[in-house]
């Protein structure tokens, strides 16, 4: 028995230390590192993940308190968390990405291409949607204007930062480019298809002077317009017709 009580004691003083140990200022976060935030709520969100970082141990890190401190944030989709002995915590931001602004009535929202609203992220160069149904609570529920923010969310960067409204009309949602022909998607189905096609076309020489790429039928795209034409020149009142003989 005195060789179990003394198993039993050296267990409980190693449980205790080790409980002293996990909390003391040998373990405590000092470092909080943030990586990943990029949106309008950066600032925020890192003041945020630093406070309650800084109340943790490196070998007790509160996950869950970790992402109450974000929870009023919307741009923030989740955290990816990695303690660092013996003092730092490492804490990656994973966030929504906006992809197109909705407007209606006098609200203006950037939203997500799943329809997820973000309200207190400021969104700059992005498409904008004006639908008619309203904004309740945190999502997009129009169907049209899903659709819409589905063609938004598959358009690649280089092609994106030059959208600038989309419309929609008899043939459905219709893309209008800052510095281009307006690009016709109809439904928000295959846009993926639909942008590889319009890219494909509008890297073709041919397409200059465009007015419209159609890409209802993304194999056969249609494109509407002229090309530039080279301005006939203007006839010199003193030129001189000669006609020189053989």
Do not use: C
């Not at 041919?206 to 790429?213: D, F, H, K």
């Amino acid at each position: 028995w005195r060789v179990l009580a003394g198993i039993l004691l050296a267990a409980l003083g190693l449980t205790l230390g080790w409980l002293w140990f996990r909390d003391s200022s040998f373990a405590a976060v000092e470092r909080v590192t943030v990586t990943g935030s990029g949106s309008s709520e950066r600032g925020e969100v890192r003041r945020a993940l630093e406070g309650a970082g800084r109340q943790m141990s490196t070998l007790r890190v509160d996950e869950e308190a970790l992402e109450q401190a974000v929870e009023p944030f919307a741009s923030v989709a989740g955290l990816r968390i990695r303690a660092d002995f013996p003092h730092d915590l490492l804490v990656e931001v994973i966030e929504h990405e906006p992809v197109a602004t909705v407007k209606t009535g006098g609200s203006t929202l950037p939203a997500t291409g799943g329809g997820l609203l973000l309200d207190g992220v400021r969104a700059d160069d992005l498409p904008s949607v004006a639908t008619k149904a309203p904004l309740d609570g945190r999502r997009v529920s129009d169907a049209r204007t899903l659709a819409a923010l589905r063609v938004a969310a598959a358009a690649p960067a280089e092609l994106r930062s030059r959208a600038e409204r989309l419309v929609f009309g008899a043939g459905g949602w219709t893309l209008e480019m800052t510095d281009g022909p307006d690009l016709i998607f109809g439904s928000g189905g295959d846009a993926a298809t639909k942008w590889r096609a319009a890219a494909r076309v509008l890297a073709e020489p041919s397409s200059g002077g465009a007015t419209y790429l159609d890409l209802r039928v993304p194999a056969l795209v249609a494109a509407g317009g002229v090309g530039p034409l080279e301005p006939e020149p203007t006839p010199d009142p003193n030129a001189v017709l000669s006609n020189p003989q053989p």
